[in-house]
């Protein structure tokens, strides 16, 4: 009885792998890379984040602090990542302090000064 040695060529089980975590490399970065730039690179962002402001403000005008955190939360969220955007985004998170604190003036102009940086990118 013979026996058959099953010979693998090792520098192609090397290649495999090499190309297998390349690729994998590839889709996690693509993927994790295209959620940051979709905020970045929509121009229709920024109306949204206007928009999300403006709903903060009016809701803390109204007395509802919970829905003025939940909008400028959201106005946070897609201003994160965005250097151009960082003077906007600190005054959300100032505003969301503020509200934090009892302190509707401030909370409501922190916000107004985080919808003018948008328009001054």
């Given amino acids: 009885m013979k026996s058959t040695k099953i010979m693998s060529n090792p520098r192609r089980s090397v290649m495999e792998l090499v190309l297998v975590i ?23 962002n920024s109306a949204g984040v206007a928009k999300n402001i403006d709903a903060g403000i009016s809701a803390i005008k109204n007395g509802d602090n ?45 916000a107004q000064e985080a919808k003018s940086g948008l328009s001054s990118v």
Avoid at 25 to 41: K, M, R
């Fill in 22 to 44: 390349a690729a994998t490399t590839v889709i996690i970065l693509g993927a994790s890379n295209g959620h940051a730039s979709f905020a970045q690179a929509n121009p229709n």
């Fill in 66 to 110: 919970n829905a003025a955190k939940k909008s400028l939360l959201q106005a946070e969220s897609a201003l994160e990542g965005n250097p151009k955007l960082s003077t906007a985004e600190k005054h959300v998170e100032s505003s969301l302090q503020a509200l934090k604190d009892g302190d509707t003036n401030g909370a409501i102009n922190h």
